[in-house]
């Protein structure tokens, strides 16, 4: 496919026909931040912290789904880009425990987002999950970037065992009538753990190791349910 | 472990003879087999949805997905009758706190209890589309509008009634049948001169049709204003099928209540509509997605389908052409997002009501990736016209930028709410005081809220403001949907706020983070302004939050959330620190 020329920042560069605005960035060394982006999960545009400003589009585009275009002029660090990435990392801030998301915790710093802009705002508050010897669900930390969802299915797995529940602010991932993980589809892949950018998803024995507790005791708690039948005793 | 609800055979037989008809439709059934279940047992349990994953090979945790998503849908129990009693601003103004209290108080449960004896739950709801009979309660299907809070009892088993609305207007194309609360047959509509435009349709090529919908500079009535023409084109001229036509009845814009009277009243003219887009396009099959409260609407179109198809009007060979096209219903579930046009599409394949990516745009790829036209209900009622009168006859009517007719709802402090038809062109001034009458006896006008609740406030120094899209974007006030509701001196606007507030943090989908966390901080915000106890600093909270929600929010519920709001700041600024 033929090479589309655009700027970004200024800057001129080439890329294939098809290439997001995102990778055009980086071609040209420039790193637009991003928190639900996974190059190996289906993009989605959620977190839309990735926002460039494009001469002649109204509304800001996301990086990481829009395509590049001949002679298209990006900034990826405009006022309103800028504005909107601060606010975005704020009303995170303002709802979700990200003590263990060190990528956002920098992006708040390189911003200069305050974290506690939001004052008596109500916090995405949910109580540990703690229903399977292989991994805990402590979705108060959950930012909502859908990966582990798709991990499960078509991105991955083709498991199905977790889907969205609720909406709006309210919304979370859960299991079939919020039936614990082994009573579910799922097959302890470890996917959804390995994509979790924020410690939501964490393996059991990485949590017990954390809290200090010893290595026969952690083997004791994560024992799986069923036993492994010997050939031979 | 909690006990799982255990259901015979013959407890489950009639889910299973309905699904059994539902199979072979795969997930795009999904909806319609919940709603079945959901009539069957007053709520869907794990075990029927179950039952309905199995028959549809939907994931069980998908299913729980969309059951969870939609607001008409129950997983636990809830009362035979829902009283859903609508808390938008206009019905708020006209009492609905009360009603919703008085109800609470007669039947001794609060917001989402069940009575005792098992009969009622009461809900708050958003927009019931019926503001020119606020207060309102939807008592499952039957409307009580205006419902009295001094009457709980008889709101509680009400007689059936069906809530006539108030059509006038300068002109009566669109609403020639409409306002005489009743449904205009298909024998009255062809007498009146119905389907004479989809009979001059078939003697054209589908190309010479759309042009002439192009050629009348029809825009879409939605509230996004897209030209019609253009969009069929692109439908028409996409690679792929079959192509699909979608009506989008989701009508759900607070103080917007056109689509509901045109479906109740001239259900035909819609179905011509559709008739005439299929053939321009080049589509074989439709759908009309109807907003899950409007079960009256819902129940008066597919009679109208039927007695269509029964006149040749509809299915193979259609008035002996060779031209095929059929529709199928389908009943929303409670989400304001379903009206816009993805999440919508996203509804009809059985799933969450998200908005999706734009582009591909659903010319291209739209409903299950084949080539759609979507378009509002009141667009569709245009193209008759258009094509019977043609495009120069049309556009005669209206201005030069703005041709046609136009539906605007008015409601809220003024003396006569209605539907009222106007070519485009008059002043708001004409419409609020000569069509619906002006203000109430001794009463000043404080303020217009124009286009809804994602629309923008007009002062007393704007109601010479030309209603034309051209006019009104240079004046910063919305078209929107058409909603014009009316605020006297008494109306307090940080209540108001407040409503809208609420309304879409509740109706946010959740999708793209801008909305998701935005809305909710913004009613926060609105509830302690509204409360007097705004934090200093919380004006700039506002904007920033507003305005992060208008820039980066991935469909337009988000870059609207706070258009009213960022209105209400510059006119008031005294009501934020």
């Known amino acids: ?233 | 472990m909690p006990a799982i609800p255990v259901m015979s055979d013959s407890e489950l037989d009639s889910l299973r003879s309905i699904l059994k008809d539902l199979t072979p439709q795969g997930r795009s059934a999904l909806l319609p087999a919940l709603q079945a279940a959901q009539q069957l047992y007053g709520w869907v349990n794990e075990e029927v949805a179950k039952e309905v994953s199995v028959a549809l090979r939907v994931p069980l945790a998908d299913v729980f997905g969309v059951l969870d998503f939609y607001a008409m849908l129950y997983r636990q129990p809830v009362g035979r009758t829902v009283l859903r009693v609508c808390s938008a601003p206009v019905c708020a103004l006209a009492g609905g706190d009360a009603v919703a209290e008085s109800l609470c108080r007669h039947l001794k449960i609060v917001p989402g209890e069940i009575s005792s004896d098992d009969s009622f739950t009461v809900e708050h709801a958003p927009c019931l589309g019926l503001c020119d009979h606020a207060p309102v309660v939807l008592a499952n299907e039957v409307v009580i509008a205006p419902a009295d809070p001094g009457a709980p009892a008889s709101t509680c088993a009400p007689s059936k009634q069906s809530a006539a609305s108030f059509v006038g207007g300068d002109i009566r194309l669109l609403t020639i049948n409409c306002g005489a609360g009743r449904t205009t047959s298909l024998n009255e509509y062809r007498q009146r001169g119905g389907y004479a435009g989809l009979k001059k349709a078939l003697t054209m090529t589908p190309e010479s049709v759309v042009a002439e919908v192009k050629s009348a500079g029809l825009v879409g009535r939605g509230g996004a204003a897209f030209p019609t023409g253009i969009k069929w084109e692109g439908a028409a001229k996409a690679p792929g099928q079959p192509k699909y036509i979608v009506c989008n009845a989701d009508e759900s814009e607070p103080g917007t209540f056109k689509d509901r009277i045109l479906m109740e009243d001239d259900p035909h003219r819609i179905l011509e509509g559709m008739i005439i887009t299929a053939y321009a396009v080049g589509a074989s099959r439709g759908y009309i997605y109807v907003r899950g409260e409007y079960r009256h609407a819902f129940n008066v179109l597919s009679a109208a389908l039927a007695e269509a198809s029964d006149a040749g009007l509809l299915g193979a060979n259609i008035s002996s052409s060779d031209f095929n096209f059929g529709i199928e219903m389908r009943l929303g579930a409670g989400a304001y997002i379903c009206g816009e046009e993805t999440a919508l599409l996203e509804s009809i394949e059985g799933k969450r009501g998200l908005p999706r990516i734009k582009p591909p745009f659903p010319t291209t790829s739209g409903l299950f990736g084949k080539p759609t036209v979507i378009n509002n209900v009141e667009t569709f009622c245009n193209v008759p016209l258009i094509i019977e009168r043609g495009a120069a006859d049309y556009r005669k009517l209206g201005t030069e930028r703005s041709p046609g007719p136009k539906l605007f709802c008015v409601s809220g402090q003024i003396e006569r709410p209605g539907l009222y038809e106007v070519p485009f062109g008059i002043s708001l001034r004409h419409l609020l005081f000569d069509l619906a009458g002006g203000m109430k006896p001794n009463r000043r006008l404080r303020a217009v809220l124009m286009g809804g609740a994602a629309g923008a406030f007009a002062l007393e120094k704007d109601l010479d403001v030309i209603l034309s899209f051209e006019s009104l974007s240079a004046a910063g006030l919305p078209l929107g949907s058409g909603a014009v509701m009316v605020f006297d001196e008494t109306a307090d606007i940080g209540e108001v706020l407040k409503r809208l507030g609420h309304f879409f943090a509740d109706e946010s989908c959740g999708k793209c983070y801008p909305c998701q966390l935005g809305t909710r901080r913004q009613h926060e915000i609105l509830d302690r302004a509204a409360a007097g106890h705004a934090l200093a600093g919380d004006r700039e909270r506002l904007s920033d939050v507003g305005g992060t929600m208008i820039d980066a929010s991935l469909c337009g519920l988000g870059q609207t959330a706070p258009m009213a709001v960022l209105s209400a700041m510059k006119l008031w600024p005294e009501m934020f620190k």
Not at chain 1, 14 to 36: D, F, M, N
Not at chain 1, 71 to 89: D, H
Not at chain 1, 157 to 162: E, G, K, P, R, Y
């Open chain 1, 1 to 233: 496919m033929a090479d589309i020329t655009l700027t970004i920042d200024g800057a001129s560069v080439s890329v294939p026909a098809g290439t997001t605005i995102l990778k055009a960035a980086e071609k040209l060394g420039r790193q637009v931040p991003t928190i639900c982006y996974h190059d190996h999960c289906t993009a989605n545009g959620l977190c839309r912290i990735c926002v460039v400003e494009v001469d002649g589009v109204k509304p800001l585009l996301p990086a990481c789904l829009s395509r590049v275009s001949e002679g298209m002029k990006v900034s990826t660090s405009s006022a309103r880009a800028e504005r909107s990435r601060r606010t975005i990392l704020e009303m995170l801030a303002s709802a979700i425990d990200l003590s263990e998301a060190p990528e956002i915790q920098k992006f708040i710093d390189d911003y200069r987002a305050d974290r506690a802009r939001f004052p008596d705002a109500e916090r995405r508050e949910v109580p540990l999950l703690d229903d399977n010897p292989m991994y805990l669900r402590d979705y108060a930390k959950c930012i909502l970037c859908w990966r582990c969802v798709q991990v499960c299915a078509e991105d991955a797995q083709f498991t199905f065992a977790i889907n969205f529940k609720g909406r709006g602010f309210d919304t979370g991932i859960g299991t079939f009538f919020d039936k614990p993980m082994p009573e579910t589809t799922c097959v302890f892949c470890g996917q959804c753990v390995g994509v979790c950018p924020t410690g939501a998803l964490k393996p059991k024995r990485e949590a017990l190791l954390e809290q200090g507790i010893s290595l026969e005791e952690i083997l004791q708690a994560t024992k799986g349910g069923k036993k492994r039948r010997r050939k031979s005793s």
